[in-house]
């Protein structure tokens, strides 16, 4: 599986985002070591970090590592966690480009005199103690990349200037207290990496959500409601996706099948109900498929159990009534294969047959399986406008 933004998703670690400190804007110093700029500033960008960095640590109550003992004077770049740019020639000057405080257990607010470090590219503050809101001048970092806010008590709505910021890429908020609705314009932003879990968001998921460019998004352990949207079957990038631990009703969309790149999708802990969509069987990628504690029935069949590259497959507490013989050699072939709290005759560990007389959630999802294997290519065809796919239905060979 490729590792890109996504560390152990599916455990929800909290990990801070690994920075390369050498990738952006040259070569960086600073973070606790000397830069040897001479006292005083050497230019206006730098007296300006220095105002916001005081203004920052005297809204700081509680520092137990003592870093910001070393934020004393204005050599800038010695403060621990703070990096900068070494100038490359007479005419380039020392910026202030990164803040990386993760798991330093720092207890305070963001204050607004943080806009003025116009020049940082990331700014990571994983695990530690942080409250309040978001500032609203939190706008003019024009050319932030990377914002790690995750693993902290942030509260209020979403922080919604975070779209306002045209270089944004990497977005972590999650492990916080955030609530209400996620705003559309979200999903219409050029990010690679949305990390939403673990946070009291709630209603439902916007309608333009197919708009994401996004690699992995992460909506587990929310509040949210309604069905799945069915543009998300149109997100062409999503290796990993994340929706346990809601309250998502409704079918699991057919278009699931266009990801033939996905590798983990977990739909467990929500209130899907119906029979599994033909499409897939398309999810030639898949290493992590979770469908557990739902509501959904009708029949495993092959051509879930043989996707190739499946290492996990959870399709517990639901009310399957069988699988497939291909299911079967899933245990042959190391796969972890979970099919408890049923509805399967003659297997051990399944639901009392009283709870498997009706159908959850009524025939709205029920599907007739077909008796022909599906042509995952016909399921979507290029296009020359700007929309990468024009869906269509899946057609099946005569």
Not at 3 to 18: R, T
Not at 76 to 84: A, E, L, P, Q, R
Not at 151 to 164: A, E, K
Not at 252 to 271: C, K, Q, R, T, Y
Request: hydrophobic fraction near 40%; aromatic fraction near 10%.
């Amino acid at each position: 599986m490729e590792k890109s933004w996504v560390l152990p998703l599916l455990l929800l670690h909290i990990l801070s985002a690994k920075a390369d400190f050498n990738g952006v804007h040259g070569m960086w110093i600073g973070g606790g070591i000397s830069s040897q700029t001479p006292s005083g500033f050497s230019n206006n960008r730098l007296s300006k970090a220095f105002t916001a960095l005081q203004a920052w640590k005297s809204a700081i109550t509680d520092d137990p590592f003592k870093i910001l003992d070393t934020w004393v004077g204005s050599d800038v770049c010695s403060y621990k966690g703070v990096f900068c740019t070494e100038p490359n020639d007479m005419s380039t000057n020392t910026l202030v480009v990164g803040i990386d405080l993760n798991h330093f257990s720092l207890k305070g607010s963001l204050v607004k005199e943080l806009s003025l470090l116009s020049d940082i590219t990331i700014f990571h503050l994983n695990s530690n103690k942080f409250s309040g809101t978001i500032p609203d001048s939190f706008r003019d970092l024009i050319n932030l990349s990377e914002l790690d806010l995750s693993n902290n008590q942030f509260s209020g709505p979403f922080p919604s200037v975070t779209i306002l910021l045209p270089n944004l890429i990497y977005l972590d908020i999650r492990f916080n207290q955030f609530s209400g609705p996620i705003p559309e314009d979200l999903f219409n932003k050029n990010l690679d990496a949305i990390f939403l879990n673990n946070n009291q968001f709630e209603g439902q998921l916007p309608q333009n959500l197919g708009n994401s460019p996004a690699s992995v998004i992460t909506f587990a352990n929310n509040n949210f409601s309604g069905t799945i949207p069915f543009s998300f079957s149109m997100v062409s990038q999503i290796k990993e996706v994340l929706f346990l631990n809601n309250q998502l009703t409704g079918c699991i969309p057919e278009g699931i099948g266009f990801f033939s790149d996905i590798e983990v999708l977990d739909l467990s802990f929500n209130l899907l109900s119906g029979h599994l969509p033909d499409s897939l069987s398309c999810l030639s990628g898949i290493e992590v498929l979770n469908l557990g504690h739902n509501q959904l029935s009708g029949f495993l069949p092959d051509s879930v159990c043989s996707l190739r590259n499946l290492e996990i497959l959870t399709v517990s507490y639901n009310f399957f009534s069988g699988f497939s013989q291909e299911c079967t050699t899933l245990f042959f072939r190391n796969v972890g294969f979970d099919f408890s709290g049923n509805c399967i005759p003659g297997r051990n560990m399944q639901r009392p047959p009283p709870d498997c007389s009706g159908i959850p959630g009524g025939l709205n999802c029920l599907r007739i399986p077909s008796t022909r294997p599906m042509i995952c290519s016909s399921m979507y065809q290029k296009s020359d406008n700007s929309n990468p796919y024009i869906v269509g239905p899946p057609i099946l060979p005569p």
